[in-house]
């Protein structure tokens, strides 16, 4: 098994869902704007990159990943 470890930051709060099947399992879907480490033309990039949790994971991201906002809410 890959893995892979992305720090970023959080477009939106995780969104809890359900899948549509007999066994129905519980996931969390958000996005990470994460910034290049490396800068083309010297300018700063980001990547938007859609991640999915599973199970415990997808409690624990609905629990403790939350937007911040740098102005007022």
């Not at 996005?31 to 859609?50: C, E, H, M, P, Y």
Request: overall charge positive; glycine content about 4%.
């Amino acid at each position: 098994m890959n893995k892979v470890i992305l720090m970023g930051r959080l477009t939106s709060d995780p969104k809890m869902e359900w899948t549509r099947s007999e066994d129905s399992k519980q996931y969390a879907a958000y996005t990470l704007a994460v910034n290049r480490r490396f800068k083309k033309n010297g300018q700063a990039d980001t990547d938007f990159i859609s991640c999915i949790a599973w199970g415990a994971m997808a409690e624990f991201a609905e629990k403790f990943m939350k937007k911040r906002c740098h102005v007022r809410c």
